[in-house]
Nanobody, 113 residues
């Protein structure tokens, strides 16, 4: 069983930045792709970004150029650097070990206008 723990969410003004972290409990972190997803109130969960074990990244069009996903395998941790935040980025952000069915509990990000 793998546990994922997100942190770093909070309240920020539009144009601000936040850095989310996702710490994994297992060594298999380093060989698995990781992803960030988000779910806004009344909406379905949507893909935000992913990173493979080889550090290849992919982003949703809505966050390209503003968000950066990264990982530190030595720390079993994935990150999501979010810059130029917009009110429409407000959501609960979840990390996922892609293909393994493991999800974190989520961290709330609220962007005020």
């Amino acid at each position: 069983q793998v546990q994922l723990a997100e942190s770093g969410g909070g309240l920020v003004q539009a144009g601000g930045s936040l850095r989310l972290s996702c710490a994994a409990s297992a060594m298999i972190f380093s060989i698995n792709a990781m992803g960030w997803y988000r779910q806004a109130p009344g909406k379905q969960r949507e893909f935000v970004a992913s990173i493979t074990s080889a550090h290849k990244t992919n982003y949703a069009d809505s966050v390209k150029g503003r968000f950066t996903i990264s990982r530190d395998n030595a720390k079993n941790t994935a990150y999501l650097q979010m810059n130029s935040l917009k009110p429409e980025d407000t959501a609960v952000y979840y990390c996922n070990m892609i293909g393994k069915g493991y999800w974190g509990q989520g961290t709330q990000v609220t962007v005020s206008s």
